[in-house]
């Protein structure tokens, strides 16, 4: 059984800053994505950004996050990060991360493994 776990959510100013982390085990688990995805109550989960777990390490955006989230792997760890910059209120959400061998990374539905989520609140 796979299983994902994040951490890192809190609240923070806008402007500020925060690192989500999701470790993925087993450790032997090998998919195509992982990936942040964000939720609020009354919307539908939308995709934040993911990345491709392979040499190519390529990563894909919401364009309402471009140039301030960045997304990242550590293979040995089997961690992927998302570096949330310059944080917005409109960022409040429960974060989630997904893995999973997926033809459209940014849409939630073909993803297998999901974390239970991790809160972000951004204050104005």
């Known amino acids: 059984q796979v299983q994902l776990r994040e951490s890192g959510g809190g609240s923070v100013q806008a402007g500020g800053s925060l690192r989500l982390s999701c470790v993925a085990s087993p450790n032997s688990y090998r998919r195509n994505y992982m990936g942040w995805f964000r939720e609020v109550p009354g919307k539908e989960r939308e995709g934040v950004a993911t990345?491709?777990?392979?040499?190519?390490?390529?990563?894909i955006y919401a364009d309402s996050v471009k140039g301030r989230f960045t997304v990242s792997h550590d293979t040995a760890k089997n961690t992927v990060f998302l570096q949330m910059n310059d944080l917005k209120p409109e960022d409040s959400a429960m974060y989630f991360c997904a893995a999973g061998a997926v033809l459209y990374p940014l849409l939630p539905g073909d993803y297998k493994y999901w974390g239970q989520g991790t809160q972000v609140t951004v204050s104005s």
């Open positions: 990345i491709y777990t392979s040499a190519t390490g390529a990563t």
